[in-house]
């Protein structure tokens, strides 16, 4: 199952956007016990964790974004998303959903994020 993240685009330092991963392919009664994730990749840099929701709907978040980046799940769409705001140029990567369940562990396609000072 190859999820496909979307919603990447440029905005300049302080704009929003919001990142979506649908994972239809991944049955609901698996999805919604999956723990979900975003990852993203910088220039030169590791993969590194953004943010992590559990099925009991506990969150955690990095450092660097905590109190501007927000995860959600919609368990009826089975779908991901990543709430950014107060974007800064260190925000700037390719961001990745990960979704870890019963059925396997599935990562989907980068979606580029490019954040202009």
């Known amino acids: 199952v190859q999820l496909q993240a979307s919603g990447g685009g440029s905005v300049q330092a302080g704009g929003s956007l919001k990142l979506s991963c649908p994972a239809s392919r991944i049955i609901t009664s698996v999805f919604v016990k999956s723990r979900m994730a975003w990852y993203r990749q910088a220039p030169g840099k590791q993969r590194e964790l953004v943010a992590a929701?559990?099925?009991?709907?506990?969150?955690n978040y990095s450092d660097t974004v905590k109190g501007r980046f927000t995860i959600s799940r919609d368990n009826a769409k089975k779908t991901l998303y990543l709430q950014m705001d107060s974007l800064e140029p260190e925000d700037t990567g390719v961001y990745y959903c990960?979704?870890?369940?019963?059925?396997?562990?599935?990562w989907g396609r980068g979606t580029l994020v490019t954040v202009s000072s």
């Open positions: 990960n979704v870890d369940g019963a059925s396997g562990n599935y």
């Open positions: 929701l559990v099925s009991g709907g506990s969150t």
